[in-house]
């Protein structure tokens, strides 16, 4: 137990703990873009996906509180690395160069994370905490993409996405000792992919939505 506790507790742990979580929210981000890409099946499509969800009954909540408890534990650690690299670190160099691999991903993943933590009490506020008594999450979803505002927000939201999966990606893959010169690249070029893929993937919804009404 001391073990578990020291490791946690200690920097290593908590990056080991981010890149678990990471590949988790990795795997739901991919799972949620396959059951939105049914919206362009039509109404009945995307309504028939969702119905599905809420039959799942007590093992969808146990889902989402599961979901909810990985969403903490990698902002509260990821929140503490920043604040340790901070005080580690207390004066910025006065010249921020890009050598060494630095990316514009590793460059803002503190603050696109604060982005996407925003983004989705947002995104939770308009789809999951709404009434939706006598309508239906098509209905819900076509109305709030009818709205330019929104449809921007939900696009800027997805660039801020790609941006922090094309690093945490392979930083998760790096922490977890997968780092080896031979395979670095080809993981690199797949975790850009899957930025993108997603990026694209959601962005693209809500322009969609838009089209139709």
């Known amino acids: 137990m001391n073990w578990i506790t020291g490791t946690l507790g200690s920097s290593i742990g908590k990056k080991l703990m981010m890149a678990v979580t990471g590949f988790s929210f990795c795997g739901f981000l991919a799972a949620h873009l396959a059951g939105n890409l049914t919206i362009y099946g039509g109404k009945d499509a995307f309504n028939g996906y969702a119905e599905h ?21 990698h902002v509260i650690t990821g929140l ?17 160069k890009t050598a060494g691999g630095r990316t514009l991903g590793s460059a803002t993943m503190p603050y696109t994370g604060v982005l996407i933590l925003a983004f989705i009490v947002f995104h939770l506020l308009n789809f999951h905490f709404v009434d939706k008594t006598d309508t239906t999450i098509f ?71 838009f089209l139709l009404a």
């Open 139 to 209: 209905n819900i979803v076509s109305e709030a993409f009818s709205n330019t505002g929104c449809v921007v927000i939900y696009i800027l939201a997805m660039v801020v996405a790609a941006i922090h999966v094309s690093h945490g990606f392979w930083s998760a893959f790096q922490t977890v000792g997968a780092n080896h010169p031979k395979y670095m690249p080809a993981i690199r070029a797949v975790g850009i992919a899957f930025a993108v893929a997603i990026g694209i993937g959601f962005g693209f919804l809500p322009i969609y939505i």
């Open 80 to 96: 503490i690395l920043f604040l340790q690299n901070l005080k580690a670190r207390p004066v910025r160099y006065a010249v921020n």
């Open 53 to 73: 969800l809420h039959a799942l009954g007590p093992l969808l909540t146990v889902a989402e509180l599961g979901l909810l408890t990985l969403f903490l534990i």
